[in-house]
């Protein structure tokens, strides 16, 4: 394929990993079929066959087909690409705002949604260092090492989910976050030293921040209230909370008031018998200086 005698490479499927579409997301399937049709209608509107199209826009045929047939999400700069060529005037592009809201998994949607709503998040992790702390480096990592594997496509969108929901960290105005990790997930190299090393450096750079304190759980602690597993409490401005623990209620979310005074006790146990904020840099800096 060339265009001005210059050969062209056509960005495939291979190359956009990460961006199927979830069957079982309804919401997602709607939307995304939606500008699917509309981008064929679009292109057939101007006599554009297919095969062209893709040329004008630089992504394979295949790529194509499976957009406009809702089985693939488009990125910003597909959308932009095509409203250039077939002269929209900014319609296709506006879609973009509907797509962005259902590119990433539905569950992960739905949790990004409360952390954006949230004015305080309080969380425990005693299996890994939480996904918002995390680097990005670190998630692949965690991604690559899960058994079954994941496939190239679910480990790039998941990758992507859990680094959006990093924005939780530029909010203005900034909510109260408070973090409790256990030792040993800070003591294990996930992905080789530098890897661990940078996410020492990512962990006193957010420690860092006015609106984020980080504690660490001593391993040799010998009354512990978290070993029912991870804790998150998520508390909005209008005085309501959603929280859940895996070792309580079945792991599910609870917002009575009963079930949140329950998470709310071991949550402060915890933060009680974690090192201080200051306590814990200096551990982290001492890790740091060993690796």
């Known amino acids: 394929m060339s265009v001005d005698g210059e050969a062209v490479r056509l960005r495939t ?3 956009e990993p990460g961006w199927e579409v979830d069957p079982e997301d309804e919401w997602g399937v ?29 992504y394979g045929e295949d790529l194509v087909y ?12 597909y959308l932009d690409k095509a409203d250039e060529v077939l002269g929209a005037g900014g319609l296709i592009a506006a879609a973009w705002e509907d797509v962005k809201k259902v590119r990433y998994p539905k569950k992960v949607r739905e949790l990004g949604k409360l952390e954006a709503e949230a004015v305080e998040v309080a969380l425990y992790s005693n ?16 991604f690559d090492a899960w058994l079954p594997s994941y496939s190239d496509e679910e480990t790039e969108r998941m990758v992507a989910a859990r680094m959006a929901r990093r924005a939780i960290f530029e909010r203005s105005p900034a909510p109260t976050l408070s973090f409790v990790q256990e030792e040993v997930t800070l003591r294990r190299p996930v992905g080789g030293r530098m890897v ?17 304190s980080i ?6 602690c010998e009354d512990h209230f978290g070993t029912g597993g991870l804790i998150e409490v998520l508390k909005f401005p209008d005085g309501t909370a959603v929280g859940r623990s895996e070792g309580a209620f079945n792991g599910r979310p609870v917002s009575e008031l009963k079930q949140l005074r329950i998470l709310e006790l071991r949550y402060g146990m915890i933060r009680a018998q974690a090192l201080t904020p200051r306590e814990s840099r200096a551990l982290i800096e001492q890790m740091l200086g060993e690796t």
């Open 215 to 220: 504690q660490v759980m001593p391993t040799d």
């Open 66 to 77: 499976k957009v406009e047939g809702g089985k693939r999400i488009p990125r910003q700069e």
């Open 30 to 58: 709607a939307v995304i079929t939606t500008v699917g049709r509309q981008l064929r209608l679009r292109r057939e509107a101007v006599g554009m066959r297919a095969a062209d199209f893709a040329v004008a826009v630089g």
């Open 13 to 15: 499927e291979a190359d």
């Open 127 to 142: 299996h890994n260092i939480h996904g918002l702390l995390q680097t990005e480096e670190h998630m692949r990592a965690l």
């Open 196 to 212: 661990w090393r940078r996410q020492l450096e990512r962990l006193l750079e957010l420690g860092q921040l006015r609106n984020v």
